[in-house]
């Protein structure tokens, strides 16, 4: 049986060049937030929701049933704001079960101790491989799309498929495989389980810095525009080709201004570490540790 095509409606943040998409069952009301963000000013540690009140208010203006807060992985670049808006729409927070190698590697990272669970359970749902959830009566398919991190997946609602970090717009080509647990080899591999899909498929992409040449900010491209146009994968790119790209751009590329606190707070599905003998969270900073 075929699929409808969802409803997708997306709400860029420029100041971690990050999409959050709002996608929903054409024939209902359900709805799925993939990818939020909870604002964060370094500078002062102080956190704002004026992204996710945005995505908030879309969902109240539509009267739709939020069912599903998604994450595509651990993000390095943003903190998320899934607890936020689930405490006032609802909703299930899920990311993949591979979550709990992320947690593993960056619980010993940031010297958490034993009272930081690393097993998933501070998310609602861990996903695998072949899993699939429904949003009212569209069913979404779950592919693991490892090499930016070992939990990133790709979730695929009709003719849309959401892949997070993985693939960029065409012109960009893919996501960086120098964290740990990354791989270049592995996001091949996994590069190809997304263009196996029709090549009408939409491909919605996590992030956007406008490559160079283009003028305005874009996240949708097709699977097609992707196989041929991918300037790291595409156009039928040898596995050992890529590899070498790929690691030889790692190697230039520094840190993600957000990643301390980013990694902090979103292995624990968005919430702040918990709170000390004076009532505040604090966040770590491991010298030397990245």
């Not at 699929?3 to 060049?17: G, I, W, Y």
Request: hydrophobic share 40%.
């Amino acid at each position: 049986m075929v699929q409808p095509a969802p409803k997708v409606q997306a709400f860029f943040d420029e100041a971690t060049n990050t999409i959050t998409y709002l996608v929903q069952d054409p024939q209902g009301r359900g709805a799925a937030v993939i990818d939020s963000v909870l604002d964060f000013d370094y500078a002062s540690g102080r956190t704002d929701t004026r992204s996710a009140d945005a995505v908030i208010a879309a969902i109240t203006d539509q009267n739709l049933d939020l069912q599903w807060i998604l994450e595509t992985h651990v993000h390095a670049d943003h903190l998320s704001a899934a607890p936020y808006i689930q405490e006032r729409l609802g909703g299930k927070i899920g990311i993949g079960e591979r979550i709990t190698v992320v947690q593993d590697t960056f619980g010993k990272v940031f010297n958490e101790g034993t009272r930081f669970a690393r097993d998933g359970s501070q998310f609602d749902r861990l996903f695998a491989e072949g899993d699939s959830l429904m949003i009212g009566q569209l069913r979404g398919e779950v592919l693991h799309t490892p090499g930016h991190t070992p939990a990133c997946l790709t979730y695929v609602f009709g003719d849309a498929a959401f892949v997070g970090d993985t693939l960029f717009m065409p012109d960009f080509g893919t996501a960086r495989c120098d964290f740990p647990g990354g791989s270049a080899e592995v996001m091949f591999d996994s590069v190809q389980k997304i263009l196996a899909l029709p090549d009408s498929t939409r491909i919605f992409v996590g992030h956007d810095y406008k490559a160079p040449g283009r003028d305005t900010f874009a996240w949708e491209s097709t699977v097609g525009d992707q196989k041929s146009r991918n300037v790291h994968i595409g156009a039928g790119r040898r596995r050992e080709d890529f590899v070498a790209l790929r690691q030889a751009r790692d190697a230039t590329l520094a840190m993600p201004r957000l990643i301390i606190p980013s990694l902090q707070i979103n292995m624990r599905a968005g919430h702040m570490p918990e709170a000390e003998d004076n009532g505040t969270s604090y966040l770590k900073v491991p010298l030397n540790g990245l």
